[in-house]
């Protein structure tokens, strides 16, 4: 039997808007994949120990209020500082253009702007792990 690959699905900082990260959530769900949501406003902390205590292939942030440049590679760091390098770091929320290239530099994989089709993500995460 194939193991599933594990995503976890979070929430970092204080943005209260989830709509987009429970579709891509249902729509990782529907493609196979095992999906942990932690909920609303989690710190990167909870985020990197959830991770390890689910041990999860994904990481998969959601971000809308802008703290996406100081949130999402202070998780990075955090997954690694637990040995976790291998996880996929995967962003997503209204974020410029203009500051995917430095959050790729500190490790996020890839990031998924609104209007991102969901099989594009499965699709990512598939060329990834598979």
Do not use: C, W
Not at 21 to 27: F, I, M
Not at 89 to 116: H, N, Y
């Amino acid at each position: 039997m194939e193991k599933r690959i594990r995503v976890l699905v979070a929430k970092p900082g204080l943005d209260g808007h989830d709509r987009g990260a429970k579709v891509v959530a249902r729509a990782l769900r529907d493609a196979g994949f095992e999906v942990i949501y932690t909920g609303l406003r989690q710190t990167p902390e909870q985020i990197a120990e959830a991770a390890l205590q689910e041990d999860v292939n994904v990481v998969a942030l959601s971000l809308l209020s802008g703290a996406h440049t100081h949130l999402f590679p202070k998780v990075v760091n955090l997954l690694r500082d637990k040995g976790m390098s291998d996880v996929l770091v995967l962003g997503g929320g209204v974020i410029p253009d203009a500051d995917i290239p430095a959050l790729k530099e500190a490790g996020v994989a890839e990031v998924f702007t609104p209007g991102t089709a969901t099989q594009t993500i499965v699709d990512f995460i598939n060329s990834k792990l598979n």
